[in-house]
């Protein structure tokens, strides 16, 4: 496995100092913002981690190998090729073995967070239960993941355009554990309240990571989902969001968009119909899930020291 890990020289010379790493998606360059907007805020959100006392790895798949730290020159042809693939666990092997462009998901990230040894990994927003799942069937592979994979991964909750309910309820019987910061409710992506409960409250970066090491001593593999609210003066008003995202579904439905192709859709529809506004959101929040991410990894390391 460790064949196909190509760590750049920054993050190569964390791991020998024994340094905290957070590690990054790729999907929300490639697929989640605009062009230049994403790569200028990927390179914002690695500075916030750099400046918290960590060190940022951005994840991606590139010429066959699963780059953990990304060059400039790497951010740019991410963000600005039209050619990347978005690469969940059932796409890992297909592009890494033929060499093609891949940003990773949630899902894929966590795999190689953990290949790479990497404790700690800060997204945007984690995948869920879809709304009328029941009949489609269609639910993240997140999910999964997280139940799985001994990562603690750092989110704005989910998106709205997903079933929170049903999302938590997974989650739980998959013994996922859900931890808020700052506040007892689950955020819910472009707003701080979605009207569910997080399992546990836990605000200081040395709470979070005393519950996680514990997790894992415990030999209970998989997860945890750090839920951190958007700043209060970046969330937008859950009445008009809600009403959006409704307009989004239905012509998602009205176009046959489906499969990997919602999420996307949805988002930049969202953009538009808000007129820009929901991408200032979605840039704040993954900027203070960084630093959240970064403190909860220097804890982490702490504990293990």
Known sequence: MQSFLLFSPEVAAARTAGKPIVALESTIISHGMPYPQNVQTAREVEQVIRDAGAVPATIAIIKGKICVGLSEEQLETLGSSPD??????????????????GATTVAATMICAQLAGIEVFVTGGIGGVHRGAETSFDISADLQELAQTSVAVVCAGVKSILDIGLTLEYLETHGVPVVSVGQPGFPAFFTRESGFKADFQLDAPEAQAAFIRTKWQLGLDGGVVVANPVPAESAMEPSEIDAIIAQALQEAEQQNVSGKSVTPFLLARIKELTEGRSLATNIALVKHNALVGARLAVALNHKAA
Do not use: H, M, T
């Open 84 to 101: 990347a693939i978005k690469v969940s666990r059932r796409d890992l092997p297909f592009v890494l073995s033929q060499g093609l462009l």
